[in-house]
């Protein structure tokens, strides 16, 4: 086993431990019922449009997901596009279309390009940019490259999903996160800062607003509770995203969560640090994660939930019967999910 994976299994060994063994006390801040947890749509309705484009978008909100994700990152012009990757190699033809503009590392970078080009490119359902071949990391996905989508603004897709909410009666939240911030800083950037900002513009200036502000960073986590969002006079839901890496295993102990929790008022924890991915049907190993976030009042959505073949771990019998292990046995408030519809109905006939 090489020596990171050791080292990553041993911590989450650990922490597992930890936190099984626990004292914890139920809180009155977290989703109590099916009526109180929520559906995230983890870039749209992704599992059957390609990932952050405003069909994926529309579909997810037609679905009757709680909350629409956004992945944003910065443009060379300091334009707010939605995209997972600060790279636009794995989702769009940027290489067909702009030859000679990749970095020594072979990637096409988003603060290398302008607004005006990146709205050129189109769009497609994510290929493995790993192979160099144009495969689907999803087969049963959209076709690749089979209709014309493009990459969108962050304030387009706020525009689009105030316009349902006006159209609908819904009040239908957003879940922008900040993609990369140290990247970005390194970039001569401040993505935080300006992703803030359009909230702001748009009206999203209070914790009863709906939207939540994620990102992977704790520096930046930091950074938006102390200094961005006094300095711009407003106060959002933030959320601290946790990777698994050996450098954030602080994240997943009862102390680390107390630290976060001073900032936060999330936690978006790979799904595997609360049920380990290694469990099995009759040793359904949970960890205390939920609990630590309860008992410190911050609510729980963890990434990321996906129906198609080889995605349900094999300690769940269907992809509804994870659903209920993480919303009913781990007892999480939320989660994020390609397929929204499926979560949708789930906790409707839990009613
Ligand atoms: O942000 C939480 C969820 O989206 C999982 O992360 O890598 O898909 O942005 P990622
Ligand atoms: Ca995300």
Same mark, same amino acid.
């Given at each position: 086993?090489?020596?990171?994976?050791?080292?990553?299994?041993?911590?989450?060994?650990?922490?597992?431990?930890?936190?099984?063994?626990?004292?914890?006390?139920?809180?009155? *801040?977290?989703?109590?019922?099916?009526?109180?947890?929520?559906?995230?749509?983890?870039?749209?309705?992704?599992?059957?449009?390609?990932?952050?484009?405003?069909?994926?978008?529309?579909?997810?909100?037609?679905?009757?997901?709680?909350?629409?994700?956004?992945?944003?990152?910065?443009?060379?012009?300091?334009?707010?596009?939605?995209?997972?990757?600060?790279?636009?190699?794995? *989702?769009?033809?940027?290489?067909?279309?702009?030859?000679?503009?990749?970095?020594?590392?072979?990637?096409?970078?988003?603060?290398?390009?302008?607004?005006?080009? &990146?709205?050129?490119?189109?769009?497609?359902?994510?290929?493995?940019?790993?192979?160099?071949?144009? +495969?689907?990391?999803?087969?049963?996905?959209?076709?690749?490259?089979?209709?014309?989508?493009?990459?969108?603004?962050?304030?387009?897709?706020?525009?689009? &999903?105030?316009?349902?909410?006006?159209? *609908?009666?819904?009040?239908?939240?957003?879940?922008?996160?900040?993609?990369?911030?140290?990247?970005?800083?390194?970039?001569?950037?401040?993505?935080?800062?300006?992703?803030?900002?359009?909230?702001?513009?748009?009206?999203?200036?209070?914790?009863?607003?709906?939207?939540?502000?994620?990102?992977?960073?704790?520096?930046?986590?930091?950074?938006?509770?102390?200094?961005?969002?006094?300095?711009?006079?407003?106060?959002?839901?933030?959320? +601290?995203?946790?990777?698994?890496?050996?450098?954030?295993?602080?994240?997943?102990?009862?102390?680390?969560?107390?630290?976060?929790? +001073?900032?936060?008022?999330?936690?978006?924890?790979?799904?595997?640090?609360?049920?380990?991915?290694?469990?099995?049907?009759?040793?359904?190993?949970?960890?205390?994660?939920?609990?630590?976030?309860?008992?410190?009042?911050?609510?729980?959505?963890?990434?990321?939930?996906?129906?198609?073949?080889?995605?349900?771990?094999?300690?769940?019998?269907?992809?509804?019967?994870?659903?209920?292990?993480?919303?009913?046995?781990?007892?999480?408030?939320?989660?994020?999910?390609?397929?929204?519809?499926?979560?949708?109905?789930?906790?409707?006939?839990?009613?």
């Amino acid at each position: 086993m090489p020596a990171n994976l050791l080292t990553r299994t041993i911590l989450g060994a650990i922490a597992m431990t930890l936190v099984a063994s626990a004292v914890l006390t139920p809180s009155s *801040t977290h989703a109590q019922s099916a009526a109180d947890k929520v559906v995230v749509a983890h870039r749209g309705a992704s599992g059957y449009l390609p990932e952050h484009t405003l069909p994926a978008k529309a579909m997810a909100y037609a679905m009757g997901a709680h909350y629409v994700e956004q992945d944003v990152v910065m443009t060379q012009d300091d334009q707010l596009i939605v995209l997972h990757d600060t790279t636009l190699d794995r *989702t769009t033809d940027v290489a067909e279309k702009f030859p000679g503009r990749a970095r020594a590392d072979g990637s096409h970078y988003v603060v290398d390009f302008t607004l005006a080009e &990146i709205m050129t490119l189109r769009v497609t359902e994510g290929f493995n940019v790993e192979t160099g071949e144009k +495969q689907l990391n999803y087969p049963n996905r959209f076709p690749m490259f089979a209709s014309s989508f493009r990459i969108n603004t962050l304030a387009e897709e706020i525009e689009m &999903i105030q316009g349902l909410n006006h159209s *609908t009666g819904k009040n239908i939240g957003i879940y922008p996160e900040i993609k990369s911030p140290a990247f970005h800083l390194s970039e001569g950037k401040d993505l935080g800062r300006a992703v803030v900002s359009v909230l702001k513009q748009y009206g999203y200036t209070s914790k009863d607003d709906l939207a939540y502000v994620q990102t992977f960073e704790f520096e930046e986590l930091k950074r938006l509770h102390d200094e961005i969002l006094p300095e711009l006079g407003v106060e959002l839901r933030l959320v +601290q995203l946790l990777d698994g890496g050996d450098e954030n295993a602080w994240m997943q102990t009862a102390d680390g969560v107390a630290q976060i929790a +001073q900032y936060a008022d999330g936690l978006g924890p790979e799904k595997g640090m609360i049920i380990d991915r290694d469990s099995t049907k009759n040793n359904l190993r949970i960890s205390g994660l939920v609990g630590f976030a309860h008992n410190n009042g911050l609510q729980v959505h963890p990434y990321t939930f996906r129906a198609d073949e080889g995605q349900v771990p094999a300690y769940a019998d269907s992809f509804e019967h994870m659903l209920e292990l993480f919303y009913f046995t781990a007892d999480v408030d939320g989660l994020f999910t390609d397929f929204p519809d499926r979560a949708v109905d789930y906790l409707r006939g839990r009613q």
